[in-house]
């Protein structure tokens, strides 16, 4: 935790995957996602401390909440909304208080879902990252 001013910290979050993966070279896609952590979110919770929304930080956080670098991660506000002691790392950019919408919430999301979710996740990308997909065979290759 690295103090920003009085009574204002900055806290980090990493998330390191040690699992050993044998004969990565020789293991499917498939069997290569089975020990990925490619959609991992973190859930924070503060007690007796508040969270700063990271979307809309207080005018005087402003320049400090500019400062952080989320790498692979979107950290948003989740609960109810005005609520401050949880946050949700996202592995896809969210708004602050995301929520299930009404016709998706009694089953698994559907494939329009699907798709915004990762029209969503290509957009958050750099340019450099897209180049690099974009020359990888794998990445161009249709679905089997």
Known sequence: MERCAED?????VRIFNRTRFENAEH??????LMCSLISA??????????????????E??????????NTG?????????GEH???LSSAITLCDYPQIAPE?????????????A???RIMTLSDDEKREISQNRRARAPDP
């Open 73 to 81: 991660a979107w950290p948003v506000m989740v609960g109810e909304p």
């Open 85 to 87: 002691d949880t946050m």
């Open 8 to 12: 204002v910290f900055k806290t980090t």
């Open 27 to 32: 293991a499917s896609r498939e069997q290569a």
């Open 118 to 120: 990762l029209r969503l």
């Open 60 to 69: 005087e956080l402003r320049d400090p909440a500019r400062a952080c670098q």
């Open 104 to 116: 998706s919430a009694d089953g698994p999301p559907d494939a329009a879902e699907i798709d915004e």
């Open 41 to 58: 979110h973190a859930v924070l919770g503060a007690e007796n401390c508040k969270f700063v929304s990271m979307l809309d930080p207080p």
